[in-house]
């Protein structure tokens, strides 16, 4: 599905990235999700460093291009509507095609892809043509038998309808729930984001595995409209977290992390037009158990607390001070007998369900405010796949800012697909989505939106 710009300042993720008890992805501490849904993605499966020992061994193969294409067209349907105006439905046609990249061979693995996006809306209140364009670039690369390196660079420019339902952001893999993120002032944004963060991982001993990481996000609307609902916020982002492994199914994380931002915004004044600079800041710690209940069930629940430059405005806070928590669960299940794996991909004739659920509470950056506040989220997601052909996927997203002395502001996401593969490089979808957002009158831009699409994917793959 077409997503729209999410580049917000750096949520949680609560859910183990891997079945057996792995560490949770970005370590459990606020972080951050940028993106938008496209065709084509680097595959993994061309030369990624594998295990230390594997990395040794190698070192000497040949690189091996991998190169996939795809193209993406959707049929759409949806109704946009606010508390000033009625419900209108609004058809809609997209077009997405896609290329990535994927070169690995040894200690190291690059990818890189180029997805443009052209939405077309034939009638309603966001009529118009959007074109939209993303650029990933990745770098994976074992430094020794211990320690490894991960770059990644993400851009967007262009511009988008929030006509169109919000996917998870790029990277999201099945059984991790989508961040919410708050949507901006306009039914439509011409703007530009980036997104960029280095991960150096490594093992200090047989029980013991540090990761860092520093990350740089820029987003900006383009034009006095866009700017009016996105202004231009600069932010960045330190952790370092420590995992502790107390036994093989318990692991113990810490985890530090400081984050800043800086919104500059243009008011008029009687003297004309002036640029407002707010700087943005929170610091804190979490620790996290993470607990495998059986070889496909795997949980965490984090406590903590924040400290920010400014007084959080909502009832989760005292003051400056934030406390922070997180809980979160993901199941899978194996539906055919003797089959192996959590997570099966359509194609490979497997049937299973994976299942997933976070709740959390922790300091954000409103990414169009530059607020800093203490929110709460919740997300839910099931994958299933059906034997070799069929698959299907549920989403929910939501986030509550519980606000002191004035209406709370509330936002969610719902998603439903079913899809079909004839063929291998064939995939026919079938959607519906929801989606809301409510708060203060004349502060928080209300609406509700949903609809549906048909969706044709065309993939393919090719070593060179």
């Not at 940028?34 to 070192?59: H, I, Q």
């Not at 419900?87 to 892809?113: D, I, K, Y």
């Not at 549906?452 to 090719?462: F, K």
């Amino acid at each position: 599905m077409a997503a729209p710009l999410v580049v917000a300042a750096l949520a949680a993720s609560l859910v183990a990235g891997q079945a057996t008890g792995g560490q949770a992805q970005g370590g459990g501490a606020p972080g951050a999700a940028t993106g938008s849904s496209t065709s084509a993605r680097p595959s993994p499966e061309a030369g990624a460093p594998g295990t230390p020992g594997e990395a040794e061994a190698g070192a000497s193969r040949t690189i091996v291009p991998l190169v996939e294409l795809s193209l993406r067209t959707q049929i759409l349907a949806s109704s946009y509507t606010t508390p000033t105006t009625g419900t209108e439905l609004a058809p809609q046609f997209l077009v997405e095609p896609g290329l990535a990249l994927t070169l690995g061979g040894g200690r190291v693995t690059f990818r890189a892809s180029y997805v443009p996006r052209m939405l077309v809306v034939f009638s309603g209140p966001g009529e118009g043509t959007f074109v939209y364009q993303s650029v990933y670039l990745g770098l994976d690369s074992r430094l020794d038998a211990s320690w490894t390196l991960m770059l990644s660079l993400n851009g967007t420019y262009g511009s988008q309808s929030y006509l169109s339902p919000v996917a998870p952001p790029l990277g999201t893999a099945p059984g991790t729930p989508p961040t919410p993120t708050p949507f901006p002032g306009t039914p439509s944004l011409d703007s530009w984001s980036t997104f960029d963060t280095v991960t150096v991982t490594g093992r200090l001993s047989p029980l013991t595995t540090l990761r860092l990481v520093a990350g740089v996000t820029a987003q900006s609307g383009i034009g006095a409209e866009s700017l009016a609902s996105m202004p231009l916020q600069v932010g960045s982002r330190l952790e370092a977290a420590l995992d502790l492994r107390l036994s093989r199914p318990n692991v113990l994380a810490t985890s530090a992390y400081a984050q800043v931002g800086r919104l500059a915004r243009e008011v008029s004044t009687p003297e004309g037009v002036a640029t407002v600079h707010r700087i943005s800041f929170f610091t804190g710690v979490l620790e996290t158990w993470r607990h495998a209940l059986g070889p496909r069930t795997d949980t965490s629940l984090g406590l903590g607390a924040a400290y920010a430059n400014s007084e959080s405005l909502t009832r989760l806070s005292y003051q400056r001070f934030m406390p922070s928590a997180e809980a979160g669960i993901r199941q899978g299940f194996t539906l055919e007998e003797g089959a192996r794996g959590v997570a099966p991909e359509p194609g490979r004739g497997t049937t299973g369900v994976v299942l997933a659920a976070m709740l959390a509470v922790l300091p954000y950056i409103d990414p169009y405010t530059a607020l800093v506040y203490n929110r709460g989220t919740a997300a839910l997601s099931a994958d299933w796949t059906f034997g070799p052909q069929w698959r299907s996927s549920t989403t929910f997203s939501g986030a509550l800012v519980p606000y002191r002395g004035r209406v709370a502001e509330r936002s969610g996401t719902a998603t439903l697909t079913a899809g079909y593969l004839p063929l291998r490089f064939v995939t026919v979808e079938a959607g519906a989505f929801y989606q809301y957002q409510s708060g203060l009158p004349g502060l928080v831009y209300s609406f509700t939106s949903w609809g549906g699409s048909l969706t044709l994917i065309l993939t393919e793959r090719a070593r060179l």
